[in-house]
């Protein structure tokens, strides 16, 4: 499996990152075969949260980690200082309170890639990165990310934190998918437009990209007489989509492969590191992951599918 590098962390993260927002200790049998498979596939990178199943998916991946025996092997992304019903929860108190019950859940005493899940615009930057640096320099952290934090806000921290000495943010996690989106998927969720993926080659910092096939738009499930699913319909049903969909088929239908492959390509063929947050459940679903992975696009190909020029 391809994988790039993140500063700060010495493994590497593969460009498919297993997500776990479904795991429980309840169907700890099924969370076993999902992770067994996806780490014989040569996986080495999972993403999970604070908040996922009430704290469930850490303590899942946590048991499995410790039944295996496996940690220093695998790359684990997960973030904290979500909001809750009071609100913002960006603030020192949140990120040292999830970060060391993320620990424990995980049954370890580092966290790989640790991000800030959401942002609060009335919290400074310097009191976000001075309390991260605490963590990374008592070795609880190894790298930190920003997970649907705006570029100009992650492009503030990282000043900040070049300024002062200290470690900034070194990989983003929004989304990305060929698909564009009308409106954010969850309030306060960040879709990077092409403005964001201008920011992140100039910068060259790591996407790790949620929703990157645009939560089955792509599957051929779906048309603009079925609206059967409300969030797709909220979020990614409009005109220059069903166009995107149908130049994805087309190419894919040229190249021998699926379309959603076509749309996992997209995101993992950018002009700087990007990853793809996959959910595969079952053989099927990884292998076509897997195959999507291996799909070359050109600049060519990519423009194409967004409608800019045609192909020469």
Same mark, same amino acid.
């Given at each position: 499996m391809k994988s790039i590098q993140i500063p700060g962390v010495y493994k590497p993260v593969t460009t498919l990152i297993q997500g776990s927002d479904y795991f429980t200790p309840s169907k700890f049998e099924s969370v076993c075969e999902v992770l067994d498979r996806y780490v014989a596939k040569g996986g080495t990178t999972i993403d999970t949260a604070y908040i996922y199943c009430g704290g469930e998916s850490e303590e899942s991946i946590g048991q499995w980690l410790e039944e295996r025996k496996n940690r220093e092997d695998i790359v684990i992304l997960t973030k904290g200082a979500h909001h809750d019903r009071q609100g $913002?929860?960006?603030? +020192?108190?949140?990120?040292? /309170?999830? &970060?060391h019950v993320s620990l424990k859940r995980l049954k370890t005493d580092y966290i790989d890639l640790y991000a800030l899940h959401r942002d609060d615009l009335s919290v400074s930057v310097k009191i976000i990165i001075d309390t991260l640096?605490? /963590?990374i320099r008592a070795?609880?952290?190894? $790298?930190? #990310?920003a997970s649907n934090w705006s570029k100009?806000?992650?492009?503030?921290?990282?000043?900040?934190? $070049?300024?002062? #000495?200290l470690i900034g943010f070194t990989f983003s996690s929004p989304n990305l998918s060929l698909a564009k989106a009308n409106e954010p998927f969850w309030p306060g969720c960040i879709t990077?437009?092409?403005?964001?993926?201008?920011?992140? +080659?100039? /910068?060259? &910092?790591? &996407? *790790?990209?949620?929703?990157s096939q645009a939560r089955g738009f792509f599957t051929g499930l779906y048309s603009k007489e079925n609206k059967s699913n409300k969030d797709l319909v909220r979020v990614f049903y409009n005109e220059e989509n069903w166009e995107r969909l149908e130049r994805a088929s087309k190419l894919a239908e040229e190249k021998g492969v699926t379309t959603i492959q076509i749309a996992l390509a997209y995101v993992l063929?950018?002009?700087?590191?990007?990853?793809?947050?996959?959910?595969?459940?079952?053989e099927?679903? *990884?292998?076509s992951c897997f195959e999507g992975s291996n799909i070359i696009l050109t600049d060519q190909e990519i423009a194409w599918l967004k409608g800019e020029e045609v192909i020469a």
């Open positions: $913002a929860r960006v603030n +020192k108190e949140a990120i040292t /309170h999830d &970060l640096n605490e /963590h070795g609880r952290i190894h $790298a930190i #990310g100009e806000r992650i492009q503030e921290a990282n000043e900040y934190a $070049a300024r002062n #000495g990077a437009d092409d403005s964001d993926i201008q920011w992140h +080659k100039e /910068h060259q &910092l790591p &996407l *790790l990209s949620w929703s063929n950018q002009s700087f590191p990007t990853c793809a947050l996959i959910g595969a459940r079952n099927e679903e *990884l292998d």
